[in-house]
Structure formats: structure tokens, C-alpha cells
């Protein structure tokens, strides 16, 4: 699937001065990658990628799934594409607290009207939840709620998946299964955009950006260079 | 005390319906030394009432959900038969403006429908219940 | 996992709110239903009791007091005797104006056997009667023998069956409609049993409460208007021809109890209206302060996939679940209070009252069910209109 942002800027009222933030950005992550995006809070990365998974309308600017630009058609129309096609892993605890683990996972299945216990049960498998199935998130730690949350993102086979600082707060180990994971599903032939100022990340990133102010920069170079550069410093 | 929650409504109401019997919902009192008719509704009452109260502490006691669930479906057939007893099994006075008619036998309708909606979902929980655990 | 489940299962972890919202319904439900229903008895049994008396005019021997003790026979079904003399009977008769007049003589007995109450016996006269007869549900071969009765229908004893009055066996013969007056109670005979059973307490040494017999005394004349004459005039003449006696317009006298079920419907308005509109406040705040609180549930919801609409509808389907199960809790409940203690309730207000029939009542149920899921849906929509509406990537970021 060819994504592709053209032009994207967001405004905000801050007192009394209008901001852009994103600042006219076009962007386009290439399906099979894994593309990292970093830079300082407040730089405009979430509302980027908010705009690109189609949950904040952007001020100016269009975003293109193949030839449909997502904001033209009906909020029903594009909630059932997100559903499909998106996979989205909200920074923070995002488990719905009614739920239990397992439920949780296979919400989003059940939205798109599939029964897809079996695969559910292959992902909890994967991110180590397989004895909590039947918890609910209130027994949880934060590691295990992010594993929640990214099995969760990917319960549909997404063809574009979103990560908004998927290791943040997280130890080493459960930061690289998650990236591990993140990364299996680009092989498989996903996008894999990555919002994160987690330096480990860069090193899963096929392509690199930065944001600063508004502004995404391209670093030019690719993510082993990029990891050599780290390596010799 | 989840478990059984069922039993001590059961239990309250059995005991409502003993105590309120002869108290605040009675029959009317005698009458120049005579008793009428309605006395001896109100005393199947009391003690219908009685037994169902003692079955309702069994219930609590014992363990066994089967058990529990088979007493549920006897206070159920208790209260049921609590129901028809004013009137219909035992007569009450003449007038309806009498209070036999106007508090007792209402009350007593009121407290065994109640005891006997409890009880039914107490035996189909039960039942339910003991036939997941087999 | 079913989506249709979700509803439910949030219902479910929140118990406590999920409690206060359905006892809530409940009690709206159950003040709404409660209240139409006295109202509507309330005007079956005023209907029914105009229609019960049949005449236009009642005579009655002069004196505030036996114009009380008249409505109270009427309406709480208190016993009552007072009498005048039987030549008033023909004097009337002799006024223009008049279709139809029938005496009845009141007797009270101190006790039947098995019962404390006094009942109220009534000698009629059966060739002139229209003011019982037309009441009789079971019919009767045409004339009462000795020691024959009909009894109301708020009496147990059925006809076949006999009651000891005064020692006496007297056989019910017909049993009358119900009506919710006073009359339900009473027991309907000829003269001449009444004379009879006068007889038998003074055998006895039981205590009759009038020593006159129906032969020289009568208690009232109820009269039917001729047709095309003034009711009115019709009273005035017999109050101004006729000495010892007042002629009571029946319609007055209903529309004193009238007026009063006016004030008491309109209480029972206004209480059911203040219940509604306080239960629809604390519906309404309850929902958007929990809209408050559910904002981030929401924005992953979105997140999802899930589309407004089906937001929206989950708010909705929750809402309908409390509002529903409280509606039909609290009709039911009422039910079971109301239509039982009818007759204590009529006692201790002395009002006429008259359950409507199933029908009306289940309608009446079901509406007040309709009304209360539509309260609180509405009171929901405004949350679901919020929760549909979030900025979802703000609040993720804010992650609050």
C-alpha cells in the first residue's frame, strides 16, 4: 500500500499566536520498513503520525492511502479502513480497563467482524501474555500493558502500523521484544512508522528522520550507516 | 458471604414474613373471646413462614451447591404455597374492608412473590452452578 | 469476544454506577407508574360510582349529619342509618318532573357471625329498584324469597352460599359488580327479610342500631329525573314542598369527591413530575461526569476503529440497559404493591378507587417503560454526542 502526506501542517492557538505544528510536511513511509522518527517532545512527531493514522484532521494538507485521501471520505468509511489496515500503539497505558488481556487483543478483530482467537492466541504467545489472558489490565505491569497494546495493534495484520514511543518506560528486554516484533511485521511487508527518542530504536530503522519544530528532516543516510556512525563514536 | 447472598435474602425475607405475621401485617385480632376465620390463615402463615426461615439457615450452612440448590427449589414451593394460603386454602372474613384482606393477605402476597422470585433464580444459579462443577 | 457483549461487560465492571443508574430508573419508573395508576383508579371509581347510584336525586331526612353519614356509606363504606317517614315517599311521588323513585331502608347489624365489622344491610324495594338491579352480575331468577340476599361484590360469601345474619341463614342469591364505593360491602334484601331479621336480634338480645321497621320508616328515595326536566328545579321543589327532608343532587355530591380527586391528581402530577425531572438531572450528570472520565477509554476505542457512530451507540446501548432493567424493575415492583394493597390504600384515603383493567394497566406499564428508556437515552446523549466527538489525538498525547 502506497501512503503518502503531502503537505501536512496542524495549527494551534497558543497564546494568541498561531503555531504550525506539523509545518507543511511531506512524508511518505515505504511499505516493508521500518521508519523512525525522533525528536524533542513538543517537536509535532505524535500529531504527525495522529494525522497519518487518520484521527486528527489536519488544518492543511491531504493523506493518501494508495489514491483515497482519508479525510475526504466518511468518518464510518475511514474508521472501518483504520480498522483493517491500521495498526496503532497509543504512547502510554491504552488497555481498555472493562476487558480482560485476551479480550483486549481480539476487540479489534471482533470490529472487523473476524474470530481470530487462534492468531490472538499466537500473539500473546509472542509478547509473553499467554498466562495473563484471562487478567484484567488493572493486574498488569506497564511492560506487559505496552505488550498489550502492541498484540493488540496488530491483531488484524495491519498493512501500516503506527508506534507512538513503544519502549518508552520500558526495560531493555521487553524494549527489544516489542522492536523485535515491530520489525518481524515490516519483513512481513508492513509500514512500520516509529515515533520515538529512544536511541535503541534507531538501530531497527530502515529509514531515519528527525523533527524539529515543525519540521521533518531526512537524515540521508541509512540506518546501518547511521549505526556505524554510533558505533565509531 | 457472595455465595450466599441468595440464602441470607431468603432468609430475612422468611423471617419478615414470620415475624410481620403476627405483628405489623396480622390477620384481624379476636373478637369477644372468639378467633376468626382469618386466625388460622395468619397461624399457617407464621408457621409456613418458620419453616422457610429455618430451611433458608440450612441453605446458608451447608456447603454443597446441589444441596443449596435443592433447598432453594423447596422454599420456592413454600412461598408458593404461602401465596394461596389466605383466601384460597384457608378462608378469610366477609368483608374485604377488613384487614385480613386489606394488609394481611396483600403482605403476605407481597413477601412470598418476592421470596419465591429469589429462590427460583437461587435454584436455577444452583443448578446452574452444580452442573459446571460435575 | 463479541462486540455486542461490550455494553454489558462495561455495566459490569462498574457495578456500583451500574447500580445507581438502574435504581435510579427504578425509582422514576416507579413513581411514574405508581402515580398514573392511583389517578387513573382514582377516576374509574368516581365514574363508577356516579354511575353506581343511578339517580339523579337522593332524599334523605334533613340534617348536616345524615348527609355525612351518607357519603361515608358511599364512599368509605362506613355503615350508616338514619330514617324519615315513609308518607315522604308518596308526597315526592306526587311532584311533576319525576321517572322513577325507589325507597331504601338502611340497617346496620352489630356483628355477622365470624366478623367484628358492622355490615350495612339495605331493604329495597324490588319492583321500583333501578339503582340495584342493574348492578347484578349474577342473576337472579327475578324476585327475592324469604331470607334471599344479594351481596357486593367486596363480600366473600358467593352466591349459593349462605350468611348468618343476626342467626338468621340468609341466602346469597346474586352477587353485584364490583364498583370501589362503599357499596361493595353492603348486603341487599327485601323488607320483609329485614323486618325478619329485626325480629330475630331482639329474639336473640342483639343489639339492633334502630328500633324502627321498615314498615312505617324508609331511609332514602333515590329519584330519576323525567326526561326534559330541571334537575335542579326538581331538588328545589322537593326541598321547599316537603318538611324534615333535603333532596341532594348526586352530582354535587360527586363533584365535592371530584374536587378533591382533582387536587389529589394534581399532587400526584406535580410529585411524579419533580421525581422525572430530578431524575433526569442526576441521569444527565451522571453520564457527563462519566463522559469525563471515559475520554481516554474513547480515544482508543478510536484508535480501534471504532466509528462515531458505533461510539455513540455503545453509550447508548449502556444507557438503555440501566434505564431498561430499572423501568421494568420498577413497574413490576409497583405492581406488586399497588395492585395488593389497593383496598388499604382506599380505606386510609376514602376515596373511591377502581383498578383499570389489565389491559390499561399493561399499557400504562409499557409506556412508562418507553418513557423512562427515552429519559435515559436522552439524558445519555449528550455523553455519547462527547465521547463520539473527542479530540482523540489530544488526548492520547495528554494521555489522561
Avoid at chain 1, 45 to 61: D, F, H, R, S, Y
Avoid at chain 1, 134 to 158: K, M, V
Avoid at chain 2, 9 to 32: D, N, Q, R, W, Y
Avoid at chain 3, 137 to 165: C, P, Q, R, W
Wanted: charged share 20%; glycine share 8%; net charge negative.
Amino acid at each position: 500500500m502506497r501512503i503518502s502526506a503531502e503537505d501536512i501542517s496542524v495549527s494551534y492557538n497558543k497564546k494568541d499566536r498561531i503555531i504550525k505544528v506539523p509545518d507543511k510536511v511531506s512524508f511518505e513511509p515505504v511499505s516493508g520498513e521500518v521508519t523512525v522518527i525522533n525528536g524533542r517532545s513538543g517537536s509535532g512527531k505524535t500529531t504527525l503520525i495522529n494525522v497519518l493514522a487518520g484521527i486528527l484532521l489536519p488544518t492543511e494538507g491531504r493523506v493518501c492511502y494508495d489514491e483515497t485521501d482519508i479525510y475526504q471520505i466518511s468518518d464510518e468509511k475511514l474508521s472501518a479502513f483504520r480498522c483493517e489496515n491500521i495498526g496503532y500503539i497509543p504512547q502510554g497505558a491504552s488497555a481498555l480497563a472493562n476487558l480482560t488481556v485476551m479480550q483486549n487483543i481480539l476487540l479489534p478483530s471482533a470490529l472487523a467482524g473476524k474470530d481470530n482467537v487462534k492468531f490472538a492466541e499466537e500473539l500473546l504467545e509472542m509478547v509473553g501474555l499467554e498466562k495473563l489472558k484471562n487478567a484484567y489490565p488493572d493486574e498488569l505491569s506497564g511492560g506487559e500493558l505496552r505488550r498489550l497494546a502492541a498484540a493488540r495493534a496488530l491483531i488484524n495484520s495491519p498493512s501500516v502500523i503506527f508506534a507512538d514511543e513503544p519502549t518508552n518506560d520500558l526495560d531493555d528486554e521487553n524494549a527489544s521484544l516489542i522492536l523485535e516484533l515491530l520489525k518481524a511485521q515490516a519483513e512481513k511487508g508492513a509500514a512500520v512508522i516509529i515515533v520515538t527518542h529512544d536511541i535503541k530504536a534507531q538501530a531497527y530503522a530502515d529509514t531515519l528522520y528527525r523533527m524539529d519544530g515543525g519540521k521533518l528532516q531526512s537524515y540521508g543516510i541509512s540506518a546501518k550507516e547511521k549505526e556505524d556512525i554510533y558505533d565509531t563514536a | 458471604m457472595k455465595k450466599n447472598i441468595l440464602g441470607i435474602a431468603e432468609f430475612l425475607f422468611a423471617a419478615v414474613l414470620t415475624i410481620g405475621s403476627f405483628t405489623v401485617f396480622k390477620a384481624c385480632g379476636e373478637h369477644e373471646g372468639k378467633f376468626m376465620a382469618c386466625h388460622w390463615a395468619q397461624n399457617a402463615v407464621t408457621l409456613i413462614g418458620a419453616v422457610t426461615a429455618i430451611l433458608a439457615l440450612v441453605r446458608i450452612v451447608f456447603k454443597n451447591t446441589g444441596i443449596k440448590a435443592g433447598i432453594a427449589i423447596g422454599i420456592s414451593l413454600l412461598s408458593a404455597a404461602v401465596i394461596i394460603i389466605p383466601g384460597h386454602v384457608i378462608s378469610l372474613c366477609m368483608m374485604e374492608t377488613m384487614r385480613c384482606h386489606s394488609i394481611f393477605r396483600p403482605a403476605v402476597t407481597v413477601i412470598g412473590a418476592l421470596l419465591v422470585i429469589i429462590a427460583v433464580i437461587d435454584a436455577a444459579a444452583g443448578i446452574i452452578k452444580s452442573g459446571k462443577e460435575s | 469476544m463479541r462486540l455486542r457483549a461490550l455494553p454489558l461487560n462495561d455495566l459490569r465492571r462498574k457495578p456500583i454506577r451500574t447500580a445507581a443508574l438502574t435504581v435510579i430508573a427504578l425509582v422514576l419508573s416507579a413513581a411514574v407508574f405508581g402515580g398514573e395508576i392511583l389517578i387513573k383508579s382514582l377516576q374509574k371509581g368516581l365514574a363508577s360510582l356516579e354511575e353506581r347510584l343511578g339517580a339523579d336525586i337522593i332524599v334523605l331526612p334533613e340534617g348536616a349529619e345524615n348527609k355525612v353519614d351518607l357519603e361515608n356509606i358511599l364512599l368509605q363504606g362506613t355503615p350508616g342509618y338514619f330514617y324519615m317517614d315513609k308518607s315522604v315517599a308518596d308526597e315526592i311521588a306526587a311532584i311533576d318532573g319525576i321517572s322513577q323513585l325507589s325507597t331504601q331502608y338502611f340497617l346496620v347489624s352489630a356483628n355477622a357471625e365470624c366478623c367484628t365489622a358492622q355490615v350495612q344491610i339495605i331493604g329495597f324495594d324490588e319492583h321500583s329498584d333501578f339503582t340495584v338491579k342493574p348492578w347484578l352480575k349474577e342473576v337472579y331468577d327475578g324476585s327475592l324469597k324469604d331470607n334471599e340476599i344479594i351481596v357486593g361484590a367486596g363480600l366473600s360469601t358467593s352466591v349459593g352460599h349462605t350468611l348468618s345474619l343476626y342467626g338468621v341463614e340468609c341466602k346469597a342469591v346474586g352477587k353485584l359488580e364490583r364498583t370501589g364505593t362503599g357499596l361493595d360491602t353492603a348486603v341487599y334484601t327485601t323488607n320483609d327479610t329485614v323486618k325478619r331479621l329485626i325480629q330475630a336480634s331482639a329474639d336473640r338480645g342483639i343489639a339492633v342500631l334502630s328500633k324502627q321497621s321498615p314498615e312505617d320508616v324508609i331511609s332514602s328515595v333515590y329519584i330519576k329525573a323525567a326526561e326534559g326536566a330541571d334537575i335542579d328545579e326538581l331538588a328545589i321543589s322537593i326541598n321547599t314542598q316537603i318538611d324534615g327532608v333535603q333532596a341532594v343532587r348526586t352530582k354535587t355530591m360527586m363533584t365535592e369527591t371530584a374536587d378533591k380527586l382533582n387536587v389529589i391528581s394534581k399532587s400526584i402530577t406535580v410529585l411524579t413530575a419533580v421525581v422525572w425531572g430530578l431524575a433526569a438531572v442526576i441521569m444527565l450528570s451522571a453520564y457527563y461526569l462519566t463522559a469525563n472520565e471515559r475520554k481516554k477509554e474513547f480515544a482508543v476505542l478510536r484508535t480501534i476503529g471504532f466509528s462515531r457512530k458505533q461510539l455513540s451507540r455503545l453509550v447508548l446501548t449502556e444507557s438503555l440497559i440501566t434505564a431498561g432493567t430499572g423501568g421494568i424493575t420498577g413497574v413490576g415492583l409497583t405492581v406488586l404493591v399497588i395492585v395488593p394493597f389497593l383496598k388499604a390504600i382506599e380505606q386510609k384515603t376514602a376515596l373511591p378507587l377502581l383498578m383499570p383493567s389489565h389491559i390499561t394497566v399493561s399499557l400504562y406499564g409499557a409506556a412508562v417503560i418507553l418513557i423512562v428508556l427515552l429519559t435515559g437515552s436522552a439524558s445519555a446523549a449528550l455523553s455519547a454526542y462527547k465521547l463520539s466527538h473527542i479530540d482523540t489525538g489530544k488526548i492520547l498525547r495528554e494521555g489522561c
